[in-house]
């Protein structure tokens, strides 16, 4: 009754460990019922089941970069349109144009490229500018609206998307994963198993022992094995 746990992958210990109490809890073998070693490895194995699938995040990036791209795209072309009338001195709105851009360097005229966090906090605050009336007189006077607003808009779902997915992060990485927990886990298991072991030729005990023998000998098998070392191919000489 040998194994190296070392070599076991996460899911195939979690397999091996379903497959020991299984067979354990058998009314065959009330030697083992209640066994304390045995109660043991059955604890840590709900707690180690419950993780080793988790998800590592919640796997809403992709929303968050669609969320991410809803305002960029807008800020984009106000800066575009604003860009435009500062250029061509003819624009009845060129001073307009020069406020407003003025306002949007301050806070970052680049902050479409920035992490989403700096991002999210620089554009809640070139918002919040924006909104003031003696600059929402200028932007209603070019037309620009509907933009500001739009950015506003995609502003606040991507606010929301991104303190859900943070909460959600938080909570996955909160839980002990499954590569930390497997020491436990395969500790418990081999303590049962020497128990097991040790008792196997006292009545009642042999059977447990030969069955539980052969599923570590099954997960023995089921380890991959090392490549094939193929020898060097030694050159012909005439």
């Known amino acids: 009754m040998q194994l190296s746990f070392s070599s076991v992958s996460t899911k195939d210990l979690a397999a091996l460990c379903q497959r020991a109490i299984s067979i354990s809890e058998d009314p065959a073998y009330p030697v083992v019922k209640d066994n304390p070693l045995l109660l043991a490895v059955k604890t840590v194995y709900n707690d180690y089941d419950a993780v080793y699938t988790k998800k590592a995040f919640s796997g809403k990036s992709d929303l968050l970069i669609i969320a991410d791209n809803k305002r960029d795209n807008p800020f984009s072309g106000l800066k575009s349109i604003l860009q435009g009338h500062i250029k061509v001195s003819s624009s009845p709105y060129q001073q307009d144009a020069k406020d407003i851009y003025a306002i949007i360097e301050h806070f970052g005229i680049g902050l479409d490229r920035y992490k989403w966090a700096e991002e999210t906090a620089q554009m809640k605050k070139l918002l919040e500018a924006l909104a003031l009336p003696e600059n929402m007189v200028k932007i209603e006077r070019m ?3 509907v933009v500001v607003t739009q950015i506003r ?3 606040t779902a991507f606010e929301l998307l991104y303190k859900e997915t943070s909460g959600e992060n ?4 909160a839980m002990e994963s499954a590569s930390s927990m497997r020491k436990t886990l395969e500790t418990a298991l081999h303590n049962y198993l020497n128990v097991v ?5 006292i009545p009642g005990w042999k059977l447990l022992y030969g069955q539980l023998d052969e599923v570590l000998k099954t997960a023995n098998n089921s380890k991959p094995s090392a490549p ?3 020898p060097p191919t030694t050159p012909v000489t005439e």
Request: proline share 0%.
């Open 197 to 201: 072991k040790a008792m196997s030729e």
């Open 143 to 145: 037309l620009l609206t």
């Open 153 to 155: 808009d995609a502003q």
């Open 228 to 230: 094939k070392q193929v």
């Open 170 to 173: 938080a909570e996955l990485h």
